[in-house]
């Protein structure tokens, strides 16, 4: 069980490097990771950071496995872009992303309208991948994004020619080329409370399941906005939701931007407590295994190119000085760490006091 309560003091000890992924671990999660993108890859500053283990213990490729990049032409793959992005994670774990989306998809597979067609397109396309990756991904966000915000499926070029079952077919696939990958249904506005969307994410993984699909885990992006964010307790209560249907979650993508800029230190102290209820609710769930941010400095990250005139939305700025949020985070971790660490001798000391009064009950 991941904690629930935490000794809000830093622990900063001079001359201790005091990072993310390290105090993470001790808290009880599998890793707190990073995406990197193809574009970084030059930038030997950005990258002594991206490859250091104690700040990110995975690594997601942000763009370089995605269906346009891989199979660009029907059955023709390349995975140079992705391969790049699969070294830096060296040993590390490494969340594997996208194979089934609807966006960054080739020309090709818009033009395919029947289910037996979209069918072999599909489990070549998993199988090539997968097959390319196999032994190196922790994880794979197996199917991205098929739901809209109103609860109603995406009409995707999958959806359009197989209907839901898309869904079941692409999981199954995945299960059968890696049986070792965890397979992730992944989705964005799925960590808010629970809402129609929410609702049908939930419903449609467990009908894939009942078709014989095996869905390991919910992955939930959480792109917020900084003042709009959801609470801790909002955020636990959904995560529980989806507990329910499966074995594992992850906060997958997590950015959280200023709508309006340039920001002063309030707005950055915001952004850091919520940040803080993200991380705060991840290590208040069981099931959450750990948190993956949408690249750790704001120079690389994909909001302002999305949202004109909003952005600033990592952990480092543009300069990669970690902002007041990372060590919000840092302290979050810290406390946890440490509480958890300090749980055994609590729990031997009660041990013992119940030993010596049961042996003696006036306790001489």
């Given amino acids: 069980m991941h904690l629930h309560a935490y000794l809000l003091i830093p622990l900063f000890l001079p001359g201790v490097s005091a990072q993310l992924n390290h105090y993470a671990q001790a808290a009880g999660l599998k890793f707190f990771g990073t995406a990197v993108d193809n574009g970084a890859l030059g930038n030997a500053a950005y990258m002594a ?70 069918e072999s397109v599909i489990t070549t396309h998993i199988t090539n991948v997968m097959n390319h990756y196999k032994g190196q991904c922790y994880s794979w966000d197996v199917v991205n994004e098929a739901v809209e915000d109103d609860g109603s499926f995406r ?104 709508t309006r800029l340039p ?13 803080v209820e993200m991380v705060r609710a991840c290590l208040a769930v069981e099931k959450c295994v750990g948190i993956t941010v949408w690249d750790f400095a704001d120079q690389y990250s994909w909001i302002p190119n999305e949202f004109p005139g909003e952005g600033e939305a990592c952990l480092f700025d543009r300069n990669l000085q970690k902002k007041p949020a990372y060590h919000s985070v840092l302290s979050v971790l810290q406390s946890a760490a440490a509480e958890r660490t300090a749980a055994p001798e609590i729990t031997a000391t009660a041990t013992t006091l119940e030993t010596v009064a049961t042996a003696d009950p006036a306790g001489k």
Wanted: hydrophobic share 40%; aromatic share 10%.
């Fill in 263 to 275: 920001v002063g230190d309030e707005e950055r102290e915001q952004q850091a407590r919520d940040y």
């Fill in 49 to 118: 950071i991206a490859r250091d283990a104690d700040e990110f213990g995975s690594v997601t490729p942000a763009n370089g496995q995605k269906w346009a990049n891989t199979e660009a032409s029907r059955g023709s793959f390349g995975f140079g872009m992705g391969d790049a992005v699969a070294a830096v994670a060296g040993e590390r774990l490494m969340r594997c992303h996208t194979l089934v989306w609807h966006n960054q998809l080739p020309g090709w597979v818009n033009s395919i309208f029947s289910r037996s067609d979209m």
């Fill in 155 to 258: 009409q995707s070029p999958m959806f359009r020619a197989m209907g839901e079952d898309f869904i079941a077919h692409s999981f199954k696939v995945a299960a059968s080329v890696d049986p070792a990958a965890k397979l992730y249904y992944n989705d964005f506005n799925i960590e808010r409370y629970i809402n129609d969307k929410i609702r049908a994410v939930r419903a449609l993984v467990s009908r894939a399941q009942a078709a014989g699909a095996r869905i390991d885990g919910i992955g939930m992006q959480d792109h917020a906005r900084v003042g709009s964010a959801q609470s801790q307790k909002e955020l636990t209560d959904t995560m529980e939701f989806f507990a329910e249907v499966v074995d594992e979650l992850a906060y997958t993508e997590v950015d959280i931007r200023h």
